[in-house]
Nanobody
Framework: QVQLVESGGGLVQPGGSLRLSCAASGSIFRINVMGWYRQAPGKQRELVAS???????NYEDSVKGRFTISRDNAKKTVSLQMNSLNPEDTALYLC??????????????WGQGTQVTVSA
């Protein structure tokens, strides 16, 4: 079985920072793309940032220059440093990982989510 455990969410004032982390564990052969999504009430889930196993990154336009995604392949972790947070960043943030438990097939796994609330 595979588990994704997220941490680091919370309440922060506008302009503040938070760092989210996600650790993958279990029967894992190889990890491909790791990423963070978010879902605000009444809105669709959207990709915030992703990073490949080679370190290539992709960001949603509204977070470029404010958020930084990173990963530690040895520890099977992905982190999201979020700076200059604003109320529009308020959402449930979910970790997503594409990984294989064998030599061939990759599947998508989701964490339970960690709430980020930006409010004065």
């Amino acid at each position: 079985q595979v588990q994704l455990v997220e941490s680091g969410g919370g309440l922060v004032q506008p302009g503040g920072s938070l760092r989210l982390s996600c650790a993958a564990s279990g029967s894992i052969f190889r990890i491909n793309v790791m990423g963070w999504y978010r879902q605000a009430p009444g809105k669709q889930r959207e990709l915030v940032a992703s990073i490949t196993s080679e370190g290539s990154t992709n960001y949603e336009d509204s977070v470029k220059g404010r958020f930084t995604i990173s990963r530690d392949n040895a520890k099977k972790t992905v982190s999201l440093q979020m700076n200059s947070l604003n109320p529009e960043d308020t959402a449930l943030y979910l970790c997503n990982v594409w990984l294989s438990q064998g030599a061939i097939m990759f599947n998508s796994y989701w964490g339970q989510g960690t709430q980020v609330t930006v409010s004065a």
